[in-house]
């Protein structure tokens, strides 16, 4: 019998000198499970923190501190808070693997992330930061004068939120069992009552400063991946020459095929839409963004997210590279000769494999957990957030400032059960994790967007059209993504990996194989749509159905909308253009008051920190304190100030041109000159 000599948990020598893989697998050291255990205790001790620091507070902990940090967060804290609540888990397991198993067309993908995160600061973060909402689908109520329609908003939310949590801690779950025998419900149960505790107990501030720690500590995991490789292949430049020499690079597939899952189009354009929806009108993000004190703060807060994105699917884009690198220089796949189960592994695989010393293990299944963590956590937090100011303030907001944050706290709770309950469900579907995150997520973030397109962009659009578009756009993409995963297709484009050098592996014989895509007919086609599709189909929809059903149930008469409701999209993307071009842009419909402002000069302020007659006034928004809230703005077409249209008595409304401004919300009272 052959001596094998082992020299990493996965590899060992042969009697003739060659290294392979085993499929032997080794548990963790007890030194790996103190550290991934000290980290933990560490999230939970953030949350603990804030709970006794705002016990201890002169001012008592209420519902706006906990959901959205007292509005006075700083910039680059919460920035990293959106952001690695988006990525998170998904992004370092799901990336790597798409990487390694069909090539670098993906990495593309950054490319609408980025414009993404330009399109949400330009459009979104001015249309939605001014109301100072906690919610962000309180507007649609604002907008279309309904609350079904906030509801129907809410509700997609709710549905988003829980598959995003049941993606986000399933898959480090499945990387836990991968590398330790830890059975995945267990790994579930850990993640999800983590979570919960320190959210429950430090709400806002504690998610954001917990995201900060955890983005670091991802970083550094994946950066790992990429030294370890470097070394062991004679650095970057080896690895790619590899990728290349496996067919792997390539990043400008300009198929216009809708069916073709990875393209040029799908990725730029798909992706550009898709996180619109994200960083545009998700609560997750409106929530981080509004907790900073200024529009400028809330803008610089999304773009910051431009460079993070970048780095982190560079990173992990380069770290799929690398283990395929490494595999294909020891010739042997693990994927293919079965040492693994799915792509979703690979990662933690080859950490095991290469990086196999006590603690590190440990500290990169921290790694993970803190991705996952971040995620469901910033979930947690906006999913309480809607659910207490869109569905229970009418009924229980006149209870005392206890009761109501024992009603938010326990939302926490349940809504993390209910997570948890999700990632069980995850487990019997297939494919990576990015694209079981991406696929449902994005089925229900068009409809989300396409909810605030209808109403910012097309004024004659009305609450039926919201409702009963919101319901088509959330089906349709729903049922594509479940058939999708339904249907059994042979992928005939894969990518080629050695196992020549593998043990105990036999390449299989007489099996039958699936249809191709070729094969697939009928309704069955629409299944094969690329996932990335899903958002701009589900935004689409909303909107094509809205303004249908807008138009056979009567259509709201646009100057009874308050221009403050509406988006000047052609005024910010199209900016250079005259005047009289951007009025026929806009349907003829005036909104230049309420958006053509310089935005260095628009900032917000008490209105006792400033006198009246030192400002142009646009914004006067009373908040719960009954503080006056003030947004000076620099017209591009000044206008004389006339102090009879002026009022600043709550009990004589404003006016213009003799025009009362009515606003539905009964906690904002807006006056416009």
């Known amino acids: 019998m052959h001596q094998r000599k082992r020299v990493s948990p996965y590899l060992e020598y042969t009697d003739d000198g060659d290294l392979v893989p085993s499929p032997d697998r080794k548990s963790f050291h007890w030194a790996d499970y ?67 198993t069909e090539g670098t067309q993906y990495w593309m993908y950054v490319i609408g992330q980025m414009f993404s995160c330009i399109f949400a600061a330009l459009l979104f973060v001015p249309l939605l930061y001014p109301l100072r909402l906690t919610s962000s689908y309180e507007y649609l109520e604002l907008r279309f004068g309904s609350r079904m329609a906030k509801l129907t908003g809410t509700l997609i939310l709710i549905v988003m939120q829980l598959l995003y949590m049941g993606v986000a801690l399933y898959s480090p779950a499945t990387a836990l069992y991968a590398v330790t025998g830890f059975e995945e419900w267990l790994n579930i149960l850990i993640g999800g009552i983590v979570s919960i505790i320190y959210s429950a107990l430090g709400g806002m501030k504690a998610s954001v400063w917990t995201s900060v720690i955890q983005s670091a500590i991802m970083a550094a995991g994946v950066l790992a991946v990429i ?157 309480a957030a809607v659910t207490w100011e869109d569905m229970l303030k009418w009924r229980f907001g006149h209870l005392d400032n206890t009761r109501q944050m024992l009603i938010i706290k326990s939302l926490v709770v349940i809504y993390g059960a209910a997570g948890i309950g999700m990632a069980f469900m995850c487990q019997s579907l297939g494919g990576t994790v990015l694209q079981m995150s991406l696929s449902f997520t994005g089925a229900a973030t068009g409809p989300l967007l396409g909810l605030f397109f209808l109403g910012s962009c097309f004024p004659m659009a009305n609450w039926i059209g919201a409702v009963v578009g919101g319901a088509c756009g959330l089906a349709l993409p729903l049922w594509m993504s479940s058939g999708a995963y339904d249907l059994d297709v042979f992928n005939d484009q894969a990518l080629n990996s050695s196992t020549f050098n593998c043990t105990n592996f036999t390449m299989p014989t007489n099996v039958t194989l699936p249809p191709t895509a070729d094969e697939i007919t009928g309704l069955s086609r629409l299944y094969l749509v690329s996932y990335l599709w899903y958002s701009p189909i589900g935004m689409a929809t909303v909107v094509v159905v809205g303004l249908i059903v807008s138009l056979c149930t009567g259509l709201t008469d646009p100057m009874e909308v308050p221009a403050k409701y509406h988006m000047a999209i052609m005024d910010r993307l199209c900016c250079c253009l005259p005047y009289k071009t951007l009025h026929v842009m806009r349907c003829k419909y005036d909104m230049a008051h309420a958006y053509d402002e310089e935005e260095d000069e628009e900032i917000v302020v008490k209105a006792k920190e400033k006198e009246m007659n030192d400002y142009t006034y646009d914004n006067v928004a009373l908040d719960n304190d009954s503080t006056p809230y003030y947004s000076t703005i620099n017209p591009s077409t000044p206008a004389e100030f006339d102090e009879s249209n002026y009022a600043m008595d709550e009990n004589k409304p404003a006016t213009n041109n003799g025009s009362v401004i009515k606003d539905d919300n009964p906690d904002l009272e807006t006056f416009r000159l």
């Open 34 to 100: 103190l550290v991934f255990a000290a980290f933990l205790l560490a999230y939970i001790g953030i949350g603990a923190f804030q709970a006794i620091r705002n016990t201890f507070a002169t001012k008592k902990e209420n519902a706006d501190d906990f959901l959205v940090g007292g509005r006075s967060m700083s910039i680059l804290p919460v920035s990293i808070s959106v952001l690695s609540a988006f990525l998170s888990a998904i992004l370092i397991l799901g990336t790597p693997a798409e990487i390694y």
């Open 227 to 383: 030294i370890q490789g470097s070394v062991d292949l004679g650095g970057i430049e080896h690895i790619w020459k590899r990728n290349e020499e496996g067919g792997r690079v390539e990043f400008f597939n300009f198929d216009p095929n809708p069916l073709t899952r990875h393209s040029f189009w799908t990725l730029v354009v798909g992706g550009t839409l898709g996180w619109l929806g994200t960083y545009g009108v998700n609560q997750s993000s409106v929530q981080r963004f509004c907790s900073v004190p200024t529009i400028k703060a809330a803008r610089i807060v999304v773009l910051l997210n431009v460079p993070g994105l970048l780095f982190f699917m560079t990173i992990c884009s380069l770290s799929g590279m690398t283990i395929f690198a490494w595999y294909d220089y020891v010739g042997c796949d693990p994927l293919k000769a079965g040492y693994i189960d799915n792509p979703n592994q690979l990662i933690p695989y080859y950490v095991m494999d290469r990086l196999g010393y006590p603690t590190v293990p440990g500290i990169f299944l921290a790694c993970l957990f803190a991705g996952a963590l971040s995620s469901v956590s910033s979930s947690l937090g906006a999913l």
